[in-house]
């Protein structure tokens, strides 16, 4: 279901509508784009909620907190 979905939203023919929208878009000079530090990461776990289930990645708060936020920055090290 969701995969027709995707495929229908995301593979569709030029549209001037669309063209014309991208141009309108402002930049989001808030957001940061560069690389994740270990403190971000780190922040992120810990907000992680104790007690709820893991999910299809397995991860839960639940698991060793500093060897998860090395291996977790050094896997968004290299997908960046």
Do not use: C
Request: aromatic letters at 6%; zero cysteines.
């Amino acid at each position: 279901m969701w995969t027709e979905h995707y495929t229908k939203a995301l593979n569709h023919r030029p549209s001037s509508e669309l063209d014309a929208q991208q141009l309108q878009a402002a930049d989001d000079s808030d957001t940061s784009v560069d690389v994740l530090t270990i403190q971000e990461v780190r922040a992120a776990i810990t907000k992680l909620k104790f007690g709820h289930a893991a999910g299809r990645d397995a991860s839960s708060r639940n698991v060793e907190a500093e060897q998860s936020t090395y291996v977790l920055h050094q896997l968004f090290v290299k997908m960046d």
